[in-house]
């Protein structure tokens, strides 16, 4: 037992403790699906694991609350295998190292796995406790959250018989979440005939760096620069006054991250090197930090002259391609009318690739409404395909439509003031969270998420705020006190 496992509230402590014992990464899950069947057989609680991987577990009601809705309880398995560089950890096989600092639990040299094994903690310490008063209960225990929701992508629509669903998966204490976006990846390609480039010109590097990039949803509306946006102004620029022509593209690399890198090479005449560098480079470095000073401190434009490649990419599709680049949608593309602080639409220019005879330009589009999630697709989708290329989409995942009449949230704000004596806020949030996918299988579930307060998840510094628990798990305890009659 770990010094963790003493502190209070102990049903959840004890129980994350034996958790953090238990290897979860991503994608190797065996261990702790048979360490959770193992523990349900050992307390007596009825439990199964999925087709997908999930583990249910289903309780009784205590006398007298038989005829309450049926709440399920939810959570994800899994963690993000994360560790610092000096670790030598190895997520498959050992155990984390907990410590306390202060007011934080924290891990040495790895992520914790709070997220969300605070949620299979709570789940058990619920479970195996007869003195706690509960209407009938289901547990969901999700498997890969965090890479793909495998495990609720591939549910069956009859797995849950949950009216009521808290999800357990959130990292600020004092908040509900009643909504979150969906999302679709979106690719346009094309294929061209390189031509050789001419002798006698020079080859340019162009790159556009130390921008901040970010999370494409949660971050999408901060006001920082896409490298690849950045430099589609940049190229027009340099082709149509410097005579550039385009050879390669490669910017960004991931569909959910701001891009915060983008280096295009091109070929011009050797007697426009110094006007390139002079008058469009120079320039687009003070014009672009001016546009973004608050925000983007380190943004560097830098030219530098390599080898003349042997091929670019013709002038017209060149021009097709960076025209695309400069028309489609890219940011934030509307806020929630109803909630406007929030993000309800938006794009990301994840990834440029041009070179070889093929270009692919890959897309984050996410929206809390699905129409205009096919609105914002469909306007890039336009652009691509007036400039030649293929459009095809993948990985879509449905939002989760903030429900005005959920009576759990109601219930869930009511309970919070009488124990707290503050409001807890209501959120929708621009990301993609499980209960989308659970929503839309289960229509007529009644869903909220919360939970204690978690910092930096999915990072070795990754830490859970011990009193946030304690107050977490009161309001846990507290609802499913009140859970109203069927
Ligand atoms: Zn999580």
Not at 192 to 200: F, L, N, R, V, W
Not at 252 to 279: D, T, W, Y
Request: proline share 5%; net charge negative; charged share 25%.
């Amino acid at each position: 037992m770990n010094e963790i496992a003493k502190l209070q509230p102990q049903a959840v402590w004890k129980n994350f403790d034996l958790l953090t014992q238990v290897p979860r990464p991503s994608g190797h899950l065996e261990k702790v699906q048979k360490f959770l069947l193992d523990w349900a057989k050992e307390h007596n609680v009825e439990a199964f694991k999925d087709e997908a991987g999930n583990i249910v577990m289903r309780k009784p009601a205590t006398p007298g609350m038989e005829d309450r809705k049926i709440v399920t309880l939810q959570g994800h398995m899994d963690m993000v295998p994360q560790k610092t560089k000096e670790s030598n950890h190895n997520f498959e096989t050992d155990p984390i190292q907990t410590w306390i600092d202060g007011e934080w639990v924290k891990a040495k040299g790895t992520t914790l796995g709070s997220d969300d094994g605070m949620a299979v903690a709570t789940i058990m310490g619920i479970f195996e406790d007869d003195s706690i008063p509960h209407g009938p209960l289901e547990g969901f225990i999700t498997a890969d959250e965090e890479t793909t929701m495998y495990g609720v992508e591939h549910m069956a629509a009859d797995t849950l018989k949950g009216e009521i669903l808290l999800n357990l998966d959130d990292e600020t204490e004092g908040q509900m979440i009643v909504g979150s976006a969906g999302g679709v990846n979106q690719q346009g390609e094309l294929e061209y005939k390189p031509e050789p480039t001419e002798a006698g010109d020079a080859g340019v590097k162009i790159t556009v760096k130390g921008l901040l990039g970010g999370h494409s949803g949660l971050e999408i509306n901060e006001g920082r620069a896409n490298a690849n946006k950045l430099m589609a102004r940049i190229v027009s620029d340099a082709i149509a006054n410097f005579e550039a022509r385009l050879c390669s593209w490669e910017g960004g690399n991931m569909r959910n991250a701001i891009p915060n890198r983008a280096e295009v090479v091109l070929a011009l005449p050797k007697e426009n090197v110094e006007a390139l560098r002079e008058e469009c480079i120079a320039d687009w470095q003070r014009t672009l930090s001016d546009e973004f000073a608050v925000v983007e401190k380190n943004l560097a434009v830098e030219l530098e002259e390599v080898e003349l490649p042997a091929e670019q990419v013709p002038a017209e599709i060149a021009d097709n391609l960076v025209d695309a680049l400069c028309a489609c949608h890219d940011g934030v593309m509307r806020m929630i009318p109803e909630v406007p602080h929030i993000v309800e639409t938006s794009s990301n220019i994840g990834i440029v690739q041009i070179g070889g005879g093929k270009a692919a330009f890959t897309f984050l589009v996410r929206s809390s409404r699905d129409s205009m999630r096919e609105c914002c697709a469909l306007t890039i989708e336009s652009v691509l395909s007036m400039a030649g290329m293929k459009v095809s989409y993948d990985h879509s995942y449905p939002a989760w439509q903030p429900n005005p009449k959920s009576e759990i949230v109601a219930l869930m704000s009511r309970v919070y003031k009488e124990l707290f004596g503050v409001e807890s806020k209501v959120q929708v949030v621009h990301a993609g969270l499980e209960c989308g996918v659970i929503g839309a299988k289960y229509p007529k579930m009644d869903m909220v998420s919360f939970g204690p307060t978690l910092r930096s998840p999915h990072t070795p510094n990754e830490r859970c705020n011990i009193p946030s628990v304690e107050k977490y798990w009161k309001f846990v305890l507290e609802t499913l006190a009140n859970i109203p009659k069927k």
